[in-house]
């Protein structure tokens, strides 16, 4: 059984400060996708690596990076926070290219203020 | 890049009803179309998909139809639940095979 898990549920942090959001995979994906959540706009690509060390833009990178040093692990980066960052992220995971569902872990609601 | 619609953004029927939800997509490469489930507060969920070389798939009450040369596909959810409320997206993945670009989803709700 696929599980995907990411570091918060929640997670309310200021204008200006860097904010790291965590997601682990435990089924040896290749690929893995962030994407963030906004009523009304369905989900939207933010940044994937469909390899270690290897990343790619998605729809909407700006003010956004990424990490993926470890096959199982994929990291988000808000360098600067702003409050139009608020939304709610959601982390997915692939066994490769293909067409293979996407898993996805539970989101992190993220509040800046 | 890919761009794919939904209609429509919100969807009530009555408990045993039929409910339709259709997307149309830009990217004549794509070929593969999911379609994910999110109750509310929960995560998407894979509910079915089809390839662009099957024109209809079913799976008990839910089914799918693709039509390549109108580049649009639709979820067909006969016999309506209460449990069936939720947000529905579709997807679509292009030429480059990893990434979905998504519609703005439907929000269904079954009325008992």
């Known amino acids: 059984d696929v599980k995907v898990t990411q570091s918060s549920r929640y997670l309310v942090k200021r204008t200006g400060e860097k904010v790291f959001l965590e997601c682990v995979q435990d089924m040896d994906h290749e690929n893995m996708f962030w994407y963030r959540q906004d009523p009304g706009l369905g989900l939207r690509l933010i940044y994937f690596?469909?390899?270690?060390?290897?990343?790619e833009k998605g729809d909407i990178p700006e003010g956004y990076s990424v990490s993926r040093e470890k096959k199982e692990r994929f990291s988000l980066i808000l360098e600067s926070a702003s409050t139009n960052q608020t939304s709610m992220y959601l982390c997915?995971?692939?066994?490769?290219?293909?067409?293979?569902?996407?898993?996805f872990g539970p989101g992190t609601r993220l509040t800046v203020l | 890049g890919e761009n794919v619609e939904q209609h429509p953004s919100t969807l009530s029927v009555q408990e045993g009803d039929s409910a339709v939800i259709k997307c149309t997509y830009s990217?004549?490469?794509?070929?593969?179309f999911p379609w994910y489930k999110q109750e509310l507060g929960k995560r998407p969920q894979l509910i079915i998909d089809?390839?662009?070389?099957?024109g209809e798939k079913k799976d008990q009450r839910i089914a799918v139809t693709l039509n390549k040369t109108a580049k649009h596909f639709s979820l067909h959810i006969t016999e309506t639940q209460p449990e069936d409320s939720a947000v529905y997206f579709c997807?679509?993945?292009?030429?480059?095979?990893?990434?979905?670009?998504f519609g703005k989803g439907t929000l269904l709700t079954v009325n008992p």
């Open positions: 089809i390839r662009s070389n099957v």
């Open positions: 997807a679509a993945s292009g030429g480059s095979n990893y990434k979905l670009t």
């Open positions: 690596s469909y390899d270690v060390k290897m990343k």
């Open positions: 990217d004549s490469a794509s070929n593969y």
């Open positions: 997915a995971s692939r066994t490769g290219a293909g067409g293979d569902t996407q898993y």
